[in-house]
């Protein structure tokens, strides 16, 4: 049995560059008397809203660090959130070390990215 830990993630204001990083599991480190492993994060609820008083969009990608390549988009490409609205999404992915949850929005800090999920050990 996993003994992952529940953990709520952010909140972070969604800047206007579509290529920063937002979240990635910690990697292996070197310990003392032992070898860490890397750990992974299994995001199961993402709410993105909008604090403003007009309609703002949002984009997320998965893959390298401040990458957003094509065929990398992974949950609201372009999506539109109406004012002082919020969009949710809920699933299951899996975010390795090597995994970047990269993306931003429209405008500067007019969305809030939140979400919820567990952090294991790989």
């Not at 910690?26 to 750990?39: C, D, M, V």
């Not at 809203?49 to 094509?70: E, I, M, R, Y």
């Not at 809920?90 to 929005?105: K, N, P, S």
């Not at 405008?107 to 990215?113: E, Q, S």
């Amino acid at each position: 049995m996993a003994s992952n830990k529940i953990q709520r993630l952010g909140p972070v204001a969604l800047t206007a560059t579509l290529t920063t990083n937002i979240l990635n599991p910690a990697a292996a480190g070197a310990g003392t008397g032992y070898t860490p492993t890397a750990s992974y994060i299994i995001l199961r609820h993402i709410r993105i809203t909008n604090k403003t008083t007009s309609a703002h969009t949002f984009s997320l990608w998965l893959g390298a660090t401040g990458a957003n390549a094509a065929g990398t988009e992974v949950i609201g490409t372009g999506t539109s959130i109406a004012a002082n609205s919020s969009f949710d999404w809920y699933g299951q992915l899996r975010l390795d070390a090597a995994d970047f949850l990269v993306g931003g929005a429209d405008a500067i800090t007019c969305l809030t990215f939140e979400a919820e999920g567990e952090i294991g050990l790989a």
